[in-house]
């Protein structure tokens, strides 16, 4: 607790930890996590409630939560490279369906990810809610297997899911899709929102979402 800046975790490991392994809270500011590995736990294996936080090679394997959730108390957030794998949605907690079990979750903007590998999670690879569309930079993201064992939240499946108010967003260089025999991620992106580009540009350029179930 209290106020934390300019602090540095490099190449630090959580194994099975019961709640979230490697968190900043809100005030903190300028923290970065570099080449570390969360293997198991529970909630989150980074959490994000901070300014200015960058995570650099850092990597989740077998999460019973999200890989990376950002609240929105967070801004100016930067995920680059690493590896995110196998997700798990922990259904119903105290009565009441958690939205878990995705690679990279963001309910803020300001948010740059780039070069970062998300596979066979239970929903989305990545997930952008709520005003989390906002100054969003996403390149060389490859996205790959997800939608393994949905939440009944959600109509879709998909790799990339964007149900956010969408300004200033740009996607390049990124690839969503399914290479199962049997196909679970129906979309390489879903736009699931009424405000796509309402008040400015949103570009997606240069981008792979062939071979899911359904369509790009």
Known sequence: ???????????????????????????????????CTVIGGQLAGYQGRAYDVTFNGCNVYGML?????????????????GTISRC???????????????????????????AVQISECDNFGLNLTG?????????????LNCGCAPSSTYAHTAGIYIDATLNRLTMVGVSSH??????????????DTDSVGE????LVSGCNFENNLTGA
């Not at 005003?131 to 996205?143: A, C, M, R």
């Not at 008040?199 to 949103?202: D, T």
């Open 88 to 114: 798990r949605d922990t259904g119903v907690v105290n009565g009441s369906e958690t939205d878990r079990g995705h690679g990279i979750r963001s309910d803020t903007g300001k948010v740059t990810i780039s």
């Open 65 to 81: 939560g999200n890989g990376i959730y950002l609240d929105n108390t967070s801004s100016k957030v930067c995920i680059n490279g």
């Open 199 to 202: 008040y400015s540009p949103v």
């Open 178 to 191: 399914d290479s199962r025999t049997t196909k679970l991620q129906k979309y390489g992106v879903w736009f």
């Open 1 to 35: 607790y209290g106020v934390q800046r300019g602090i540095a975790i490099n190449g630090c490991t959580a194994i099975n930890c019961t709640s979230v392994s490697f968190d900043t809270h809100e005030d903190t500011d300028s923290i970065v996590f570099s080449g």
């Open 131 to 143: 005003s989390g569309g906002v100054d969003v930079n996403i390149s060389g993201l490859t996205v």
